[in-house]
């Protein structure tokens, strides 16, 4: 019986194979607009840097309508005072704050009064569709310790351009464009009239959908890098290198930040020792549990405190 062969593959056409690997075109008159230039490590400061603190702390906040609620804040625990030894020295405080909101969808107005007498306040208006203005100030009874910023923001089709105002004669701008549509390269200069002294800054942006590498430079000695990655949907790896050229202080972190239906937990460890924990927990609609923990064997300072969040 005579055996049957199967006939060879039939390899591709050259012209199929060739449009097979044909690197995508990239078009540089409608590349994406880059986050500002102030927020570039975004990703890593929102998972190694959350919102720590020690003791109780409540917030709750009551909305009278689509665009107007009030807040108050109670916190209770330990306060670090300045020391000539290595021990760490705190003494116990209580402070509440009390909060009105405005929000709109063109207007952000947030004001803050607190007991030890310091007034914050913060305001975000969209002057047009491409430019925004914000503005910070706080007023306290303690000298020199007053402030104020003006920050005008506007964005472009594929840039970014800010300048700032502030008190003490602080004058800075900023600049960041995309060079591909995962690469952004800026700069800024900055002039503290109050101190005489001025500087400048680099920093190079790549994200894709799985990471996010972040790097900066100025010329005042430091240096900041920061990379993210996306292990899955709910899971992120965050690392973060900071060094300080004039004090030579180098200082790395790693950390994680895992994201369940009901809650969030991020957490790391740095080169000094130093680990942290933040666990935010839903409970209910409207109602969160916060808890906070910073460990620091070398200072012998270990921080722990716990929260609820009550409000939208």
């Not at 405005?102 to 913060?122: C, E, Q, S, V, Y």
Request: aromatic share 10%; hydrophobic share 35%; with cysteine.
């Amino acid at each position: 019986m005579a055996t049957i062969v199967p006939p060879p593959a039939t390899p591709p056409p050259p012209a199929a194979a060739a449009e097979a690997i044909k690197p995508e075109k990239v078009d540089y008159m409608d590349l994406p607009c880059p986050i500002p230039y102030e927020e570039i490590h975004r990703e890593a400061m929102m998972s190694l840097k959350p919102d720590h603190f020690e003791g109780m702390r409540v917030d709750f906040t009551k909305g009278l309508n689509q665009r107007f609620s009030l807040s108050h804040s109670i916190a209770m625990g330990p306060t670090e005072v300045p020391a000539q030894s290595a021990e760490t020295i705190k003494i116990p405080t209580a402070t509440y704050d009390f909060g009105a909101n405005f929000i709109d969808p063109k207007l952000m107005l947030i004001g803050r009064i607190h007991t030890d007498g310091r007034l914050t306040a913060r305001v975000k208006c969209d002057l047009s569709e491409n430019l925004t203005m914000k503005a910070n100030a706080q007023l306290t009874n303690e000298p020199h310790m007053s402030h104020g910023m003006f920050n005008f923001d506007y964005k472009g089709t594929d840039y970014r351009t800010q300048f700032q105002l502030g008190n003490g004669g602080l004058l800075g701008a900023s600049y960041i464009q995309s060079v591909t549509p995962r690469l952004s390269l800026g700069g800024e200069v900055f002039w503290a009239g109050q101190h005489r002294k001025s500087g400048t800054g680099f920093a190079a942006r790549y994200n894709t959908d799985k990471m996010v590498a972040s790097g900066q430079i100025a010329s005042t000695g430091m240096l900041a890098l920061s990379y993210v990655q996306k292990v899955s949907e709910k899971v992120s790896l965050a690392s973060d290198l900071m060094y300080n050229y004039m004090s030579r202080d180098v200082t790395a972190s790693f950390g994680y930040d895992y994201i369940l239906r009901q809650c969030r937990l991020r957490g790391k460890i740095d080169s000094n020792g130093c680990t942290s924990a933040f666990l935010e927990e839903r409970l209910n609609m409207g109602l969160n549990f916060i808890l906070s923990a910073e460990i620091d064997h070398k200072k012998k300072d270990y921080k722990f405190g716990f929260g609820l969040t009550v409000g939208e």
